[in-house]
């Protein structure tokens, strides 16, 4: 099966960055999008920042500027680097990849989640 492990969240200062990992493992073939979500404290999930396998990316209009994400295609891993932290960006962040595995559809699995915290 597929697995997304997420690693790299943690306390920062505001102002501070931080970089998140997301690897994918399995028996894939092909992935397409690798997305990252966030979800605060009573608030839904949205979208931050997404790649498609060609490089293509798009930013929430709330992180345009600060953040950065890219992916190592040979690695299955997508980035998010995070600069100019705010206490707004504190979530939960979730990695997200649309792919399909040795002899199936296209599918969505998601991460586990990493905690990000912006707080002085």
């Known amino acids: 099966q597929v697995q997304l492990v997420e690693s790299g969240g943690g306390l920062v200062q505001p102002g501070g960055s931080l970089r998140l990992s997301c690897a994918a493992s399995?028996?894939?073939?092909?992935?397409?999008?690798m997305d990252w979500y966030r979800q605060a404290p009573g608030k839904q999930r949205e979208l931050v920042a997404t790649?498609?396998?060609?490089?293509?990316?798009n930013y929430a209009d709330s992180v345009k500027g600060r953040f950065t994400i890219s992916r190592d295609n040979a690695k299955n891993t997508v980035f998010l680097q995070m600069n100019s932290l705010k206490p707004a960006d504190t979530a939960v962040y979730y990695c997200?990849?649309?792919?399909?595995?040795?002899?199936?559809?296209?599918?969505?699995?998601w991460g586990q989640g990493t905690q990000v915290t912006v707080s002085s």
């Open positions: 399995g028996t894939i073939r092909s992935i397409y999008s």
């Open positions: 997200k990849a649309t792919l399909t595995v040795l002899g199936g559809l296209i599918n969505i699995y």
């Open positions: 790649i498609t396998s060609g490089g293509t990316t």
